[in-house]
């Protein structure tokens, strides 16, 4: 069926293209890295320091960036099979360190994505594999932060695919998984969502590829993040 959507005229409903169309939510929470803002330059340039004196040639970017969204340990121990839990502890710090000092200037936000959060009804809050700190901090640097309710980081608990940066975000806001919508770029991102009960939208445009994608059946699908809030 096509949902009716409370912020447009009588009859009209929100409609995607060939595809399910997206009723409003109460809550909806977004992921960053590849879903809000286009940092994968940023994010690979401080792995990719890090990994230099580990590796004889540079990583090949795309490699890198399939890694966005999940935790550090995941490419370093892919790169480092036998890397001891202190010698990852010391790459996270050298990553955050020089990911920090880059202060995200190769870093945008999608197109869209200014606009989509303006029109966008209900209340918005993040779930990110980034700590809180640093996810208000960029939010604010690209002018994205008044715009959200609430902002929710990785912040000592397993991230994602669990889901517990979720299952925090829906807490602060005293909200109900059932009401909430999150919209990520990943296959963590999706599985996340799913343990967390809530509904799954999927962006095209992001780092994950679309064959982990769909392998979690996400609810929604979206090639500009505009199409959540066009009537």
């Known amino acids: 069926m096509d949902a009716a959507c ?9 409609r995607l293209p060939n595809r399910s169309p997206i009723p409003a939510f109460g809550v909806y929470i977004f992921d960053v890295d590849g879903t809000l803002l286009d940092s994968a330059q940023d994010i690979c340039a401080a792995v990719q320091h890090v990994l230099s004196e580990h590796v004889a040639e540079p990583l090949p970017f795309d490699y890198l960036k399939s890694f966005v969204g999940f935790h550090l340990d995941d490419v370093f121990l892919d790169v480092i099979p036998t890397a001891p839990r202190e010698q990852l502890d010391k790459m996270i710090e050298l990553y955050k360190a020089n990911y920090l000092g880059r202060k995200h200037a190769s870093t945008r936000p999608f197109p869209g994505v200014v606009e989509a959060l303006s029109n966008l009804g209900g209340r918005k809050t993040t779930a990110t594999t980034k700590g809180t700190p640093t996810t208000r901090a960029v939010l604010e640097q690209f002018a994205l932060l008044p715009f959200f309710d609430h902002v929710q980081g990785t912040d000592g608990f397993p991230c994602k695919p669990a889901p517990d940066v979720l299952l925090n975000a829906i807490a602060a806001l005293g909200a109900k998984p059932e009401h909430c919508l999150f919209i990520g770029d990943s296959e963590a991102d999706m599985e996340a969502g799913r343990r967390a009960g809530v509904r799954i939208c999927a962006v095209d ?3 994950g590829k679309a064959d982990a994608l769909e392998k979690w059946s996400p609810d929604y699908r979206l090639s500009d993040l505009r199409e959540l809030c066009r009537c």
């Open 6 to 14: 409370p912020d447009c005229p009588k009859g009209s409903v929100r």
């Open 205 to 207: 445009y992001g780092y």
